[in-house]
DNA sequence: GCCGTTTTCGGCCCGACTGTTTTCAGTCG
């Protein structure tokens, strides 16, 4: 059982609970579990089958760790199977809808026999819910808006559409007459890899102008609320904005408030709780001689806190606040550490670019080497290359290299690694080589146990430098294959091959929690971008966001070392 | 249910908004 399943087994107990009307420290004891098992970077699975302490784990104690060995272990949870009897079925369906918490929710199931928001509507339109104990006309009209709302609102989106709609904004408002800060918030500053909406906050001398013409501007579709310092809109790719605008001198507590994670704010409050120190958005008091501090920047906040500065990316209460306070977070990789790229097409396969522009666009961003790695011919739809036309690329780009000082094109190859672990492409051409990215592009529900030894057999192969986005997801789109990631991480030490960061905003594959588990196990990762167009070599951003997130230091990427070293990392 | 450089028991993040209420419950972020 996967770390995901067991902690939606926990959520959704922490939900039975809650309507349950149990203890709310016992509900959120469950959420925080659920929240941390989520996001370990380590199967509970393999962790028990080295006997390693499930205590060990923050927010995990006796009782958790008892119920995720037997669901480890039995695939079922006795305590959750009877917690679920008790209730009607789809009940915990009613909280996903915004304006129904654990007391309405049982409310509207046992006086009217509703489960779903499609009935509730019907039932607010017979005028049966204001009737309700604590509900009444308003409430009810309420809870329609926001079930229209709901639908409206697509789902969390990929963080490559939200982050260019949020910059365009973002230009848009810093350029208004006096404004001073301007910034986004929230899990897209984060860079997690999807977001739900967009929070930006600002300063400025005359806020109330800056709100006004933010919900003027043309993306905005619908306006759900206005006021003086706050304005939630709905933009036309159906996400949700919220704009606050706030004080100059308290800017820095409530972008840090408000930039989250919550689980990290949570455990940052409770620490300094106990230390007499009460942290709001609004600044720090000191408790015992009630004064509030405010804060200009982040910067300062954490640093009344004695702790150094946190890059957003690893705030998730996973450790980072005690490294903080040791002062021993370690710099985390960046845009300018990046001398090159390992993944990207020409128009000798499915790409738009002649391999000249590639290499003048790649040169432009200040790299030293840029891979052309075009399809393999197994890749039929692609243009994948024969071998013949393999060997009239590896001529043209010797002859190009001739006419470049400082920048190397590398001659390479995405190779299709067939469903049985075989590379369409013989050894003697792969030799001819410089770079060799093993990918797989069909067969993709194989069993857990055919897929990966599939991809361990395109890492034994002595030609395949780097494997390409093993899971294979597509954010929102395709499941990631059923993938043993921790053999095909040892596998990758053991053989000395690189696993990609798939810098593609849909794939982002290795993805955060994958990412700090090779890391910390040794494996040497590289960014690719995949880019079929010149200006795609801009998405390398997504990589280095996402890398970041998986707490990687230059030392750990690939792209970060020097021609000379990267052709001695792949033994050429 | 978890946790401890004040605690193995007694705490558990903080504030805002809304609507139904006469002082607060419920929900949200």
New binding site residues.
């Given amino acids: 059982m996967k770390n995901s399943e067991i902690a939606r087994v926990f959520h959704d107990m922490a939900d039975l609970l809650e309507l349950k009307g149990e203890?709310i420290?016992?509900i959120?004891?469950?959420r925080r579990?659920a929240q941390v098992i989520e996001h370990l970077p380590k199967e509970m699975a393999i962790m028990l089958e080295q006997g390693e302490d499930f205590?060990k784990i923050?927010?995990?104690?006796?009782?958790?760790?008892k119920k995720s060995t037997e669901l480890i272990k039995t695939g079922k949870l006795e305590a959750y199977e009877s917690l679920k009897a008790e209730f009607p079925e789809g009940i915990t369906r009613l909280l996903e809808?915004?304006?129904?918490?654990?007391?309405?929710?049982p409310l509207l199931s046992s006086e009217l026999k509703i489960t779903s928001a499609a009935q509730l509507e019907e039932a607010i339109q017979e005028g049966k819910v204001a009737d309700l104990f604590?509900?009444?006309?308003?409430?009810a009209q309420?809870l329609l808006h926001k079930i229209e709302a709901m639908r409206r609102k697509d789902q969390r989106i990929p963080i490559g559409q939200a982050l260019p709609i949020v910059e365009d904004i973002l230009s848009s408002l810093s350029s208004l007459p006096g404004v001073k800060n301007m910034t986004s918030a929230g899990s897209l500053r984060r860079f997690r890899e999807t977001v739900g909406d967009i929070d930006i906050m600002g300063t400025a001398d005359n806020p109330e102008n800056v709100i006004n013409e933010f919900v003027a501007f043309p993306v905005v579709k619908e306006i759900i609320?206005k006021g003086p310092t706050k304005a939630s809109v709905i933009l036309a790719p159906g996400l949700q904005a919220d704009l606050r605008m706030v004080e100059h001198d308290s800017f820095g507590s409530l972008l840090q408030y408000f930039t989250g994670s919550?689980q990290h704010?949570?455990a940052l409050?409770?620490k300094y709780?106990?230390?007499g120190l009460?942290?709001?958005?609004?600044g720090i008091?000191d408790v015992a001689h009630d004064r509030l501090e405010k804060f200009a920047t982040e910067e300062a906040f954490y640093k009344r806190l004695g702790m150094q500065y946190l890059p957003p990316e690893i705030r998730e209460d996973q450790g980072e606040i005690e490294l903080s306070e040791e002062h021993a977070i370690p710099r985390l990789i960046d845009l300018r550490d990046i001398k090159g790229d390992f993944h990207a097409h020409s128009d000798w396969s499915d790409g738009n670019n002649t391999i000249e522009e590639m290499a003048l666009a790649a040169k432009n961003e200040g790299y030293k080497y840029m891979a052309i790695t075009d399809h393999s011919k197994g890749l039929g739809i692609a243009h994948g290359l024969t071998e013949e036309r393999l060997k009239e690329q590896v001529r043209e780009i010797r002859g190009l290299n001739q006419k470049f000082k400082g920048f190397r094109i590398l001659s390479g190859m995405e190779v299709d690694i067939r469903a049985d672990g075989s590379i369409d492409m013989p050894d003697h051409m792969l030799a001819e080589l410089d770079c060799v990215v093993g990918a797989v592009h069909s067969s993709f529900n194989q069993s857990e146990e055919r897929v990966t030894r599939r991809i361990l057999k395109a890492i034994e192969n002595p030609h395949v430098d780097i494997i390409a986005h093993p899971p294979s997801r597509l954010i929102g789109e395709r499941e990631p294959t059923a993938v043993d990631m921790e053999a095909v991480f040892k596998a990758a030490v053991k053989y000395k091959k690189a696993l990609e960061i798939n810098a593609m905003p849909s794939r982002l594959d290795l993805k955060d929690i994958h990412i700090q588990r090779a890391r910390e196990l040794g494996v040497m990762l590289a960014i690719g971008t995949d880019s079929h167009i010149a200006a795609q070599l801009k998405l390398m951003r997504f990589g280095i966001g996402i890398a970041r997130r998986g707490w990687c230091e230059p030392k750990h990427i690939l792209n970060c070392l020097s021609l000379e070293k990267v052709l001695a990392f792949f033994k050429r």
């Fill in positions: 203890n420290f016992k959120r004891a469950y579990a205590q923050p927010g995990v104690g006796d009782a958790i760790a809808i915004p304006g129904i918490g654990p007391k309405t929710a604590r509900m009444g006309d308003k409430t309420n609320a919550k704010n949570i409050r409770t709780q106990k230390k009460k942290l709001s958005e609004y008091t």
